[in-house]
């Protein structure tokens, strides 16, 4: 079992859907952080985050440190919403990531 | 403001040859560098990284290596390339004295195709 898991893996939803992506740990983090990977690779941090809830735009990551999961929210998608989203957790001295999910959002 | 350089931004090359990606930083100082690969239809899996010039942790081992000659400068080196090295390299920096627990900032990313 990874210690990482992503749900769901692929995601199609049509524009204005709200989205939600799930990640589960199975270890004992110091953070834990929401990554964005685009079509030609390029990553970007969408937040990093050790409790309660960040808020940034239409997105908004949520964690419960005891049930071990944190959540992804898109808020009103849009298409260029479309990628990989990475669910990546810090131990001590490492990071472990999740196997991420394929968000398509349709006009 | 803060940039990451990262190149090539794609490269070939054959099985045995040797291997160099190029990092640099820039707009900050003492970066916590990573190196970073996700090889295809892989997740993440971070190889290298680095809290100071010399100091390299490495956490998976493997045919590659990595240097930090200089405070904003992190390379990733192999001498002889195997067919597995193949897939899309990533640089990433942050700061802060806790190397996993502040943002992380990427290049890139060269694409590896090892032939």
């Known amino acids: 079992k990874n210690e990482v898991e992503q749900s769901p893996q692929n995601l199609t939803a049509q524009e204005g859907e709200f989205i939600t992506i799930n990640c589960s740990y199975s270890v004992g983090i110091s953070a834990l952080h929401w990554l964005q990977q685009h079509p030609g690779g390029g990553i970007v941090s969408l937040f990093m985050?050790?409790?309660g809830k960040k808020k940034h735009g239409r997105l908004i990551a949520t964690i419960n440190i005891q049930e071990k999961h944190s959540s992804l929210h898109i808020t009103a998608s849009h298409p260029r919403d479309s990628a990989v989203y990475i669910c990546?957790?810090?131990?001590?001295?490492?990071?472990?990531f999740g196997a991420g999910t394929r968000l398509t959002v349709k006009p | 403001s803060q940039t990451i350089h990262q190149w090539p931004a794609t490269l070939v090359q054959p099985v045995g040859s040797p291997l160099s990606l190029e990092c640099t930083v820039e707009?900050?100082?003492?970066?916590?560098l990573y190196w970073y690969r996700q090889a295809a239809g892989r997740g993440l899996q971070l190889l290298f990284y680095s809290v100071g010039i010399g100091q390299i942790s490495s956490e998976v081992p493997q045919n590659l290596s990595a240097s930090r000659p200089q405070d904003r400068q992190f390379i990733l080196s192999s001498k002889k390339l195997l067919l597995s090295d193949s897939g899309f390299y990533l640089c990433?920096?942050?700061?802060?004295?806790?190397?996993?627990?502040?943002?992380?900032?990427f290049g890139n990313g060269t694409r590896l195709t090892v032939t």
């Open positions: 990433a920096w942050s700061v802060g004295t806790a190397s996993f627990n502040s943002p992380l900032h």
């Open positions: 707009g900050t100082s003492n970066p916590n």
């Open positions: 990546a957790v810090a131990l001590n001295n490492d990071m472990r």
């Open positions: 985050l050790s409790s």
